[in-house]
């Protein structure tokens, strides 16, 4: 495998993702999710429609969509037919090509069902979580699929110190989750002038969920930077955080604009990425059996080569 090449298409990829994603959650935020009607792939029946207003926003998002699909897709053929059997990233790999293809089912449901525009069932209260899931296991995915083209090793760490990478990792998924309901119902029932909500819907009061355990998970992430002697990453990760925090903040006290929720969009994704490559440092830097052992990360953490 030419390492140079794979790692170049991969970081390709996942930052074409990251664009796709920010561009599906402008398709949400200014209501253009029903700008090709019920028709999918193809916008209003047509390949090439004449495009304006909603109809050009969810166009846009879905070439992107479809230009992710023939890259993620296509670098699992590359690593696959460049690499030895039983590589890792082969793993990875694989795991990027399904997430896609879990996206692409994902919006194509959501076309066809039309979970979109003003819609506020409870099917798409679940769908757009669950969404936001999927793309989390790509972004992780292709972050390692990168993290093995650079040279990282594999991932051997056990016991405790995965336990604990894997409870973090289920508490930004929760978040996001969490996030991706709270910005529908931004969505849906905006406040008015008066800072007062429009409608009563129980998405209203599911807004409160996501504030709460945003705050609960970075004030863990600090507490862990304070006890544990972890790698300059994570130090990094829990200032990302506290970021994405205030960018919360402001987001709900300017009413929730629409550049603003793409900007912590954003950062999330980030964090995400960042939190995928720092538990591949962990778990390729400390062998088994000191991982037993080592609850606080005692070890040093090298920097990745």
């Known amino acids: 495998m030419d390492p140079v090449v794979v790692k170049r298409f991969a970081q390709l990829v996942l930052g074409w993702n990251v664009v796709t994603i920010l561009l599906g959650a402008l398709v949400r935020a200014t209501h253009s999710g029903a700008g090709c009607g019920r028709s999918w792939p193809t916008c209003s029946g047509e390949i090439l429609p004449e495009l304006a207003g909603a109809r050009a926003v969810e166009y846009v998002h879905r ?12 670098l699992a053929v590359l690593v696959w037919r460049r690499t030895a059997r039983g590589e890792p990233i082969r793993r990875a790999a694989a795991w990027a090509g399904l997430a896609i293809i879990g996206e692409a089912l994902i919006g194509a449901a959501i076309v066809f069902y039309e979970w979109v525009d003003a819609d506020s069932s409870i099917a798409r209260v679940v ?29 051997r760490g056990r016991g405790p ?43 209203s009061d599911l807004r409160v969920v996501h504030p709460l355990l945003a705050t609960s998970v970075v004030a863990s992430a600090v507490i862990a930077s304070r006890l544990a002697r972890t790698s300059p990453l994570w130090r990094q990760l829990t200032l990302v955080m506290l970021g994405a925090l205030v960018i919360g903040v402001a987001n709900i006290w300017l009413g929730t604009p629409v550049w603003l929720q ?7 994704d980030v964090i995400w990425v960042l939190y995928v490559w720092f538990a591949a440092q962990v778990l390729s830097s400390i062998e088994a059996s000191s991982v037993e052992d080592d609850v606080g990360l005692r070890h040093t953490i090298p920097e990745h080569r």
């Open 127 to 155: 769908a757009v979580p669950l969404h936001l899931v999927n793309t989390f296991l790509l972004l992780a995915a292709l972050t390692l699929v990168l993290w093995f083209a650079a040279g990282g090793r594999r991932l």
């Open 63 to 74: 070439v992107a969509s479809g230009i992710a699909l023939v890259l993620v897709l296509g």
């Open 262 to 268: 793409l900007v912590h969009l954003l950062v999330a």
């Open 161 to 203: 110190v995965r336990k604990w990478l894997a409870l973090g990792a289920w508490g930004l998924v929760a978040i996001a989750a969490t996030g991706a309901v709270t910005a529908l119902a931004d969505t849906l029932f905006p406040k008015d002038a008066s800072g007062s909500l429009g409608a009563s819907h129980f998405l």
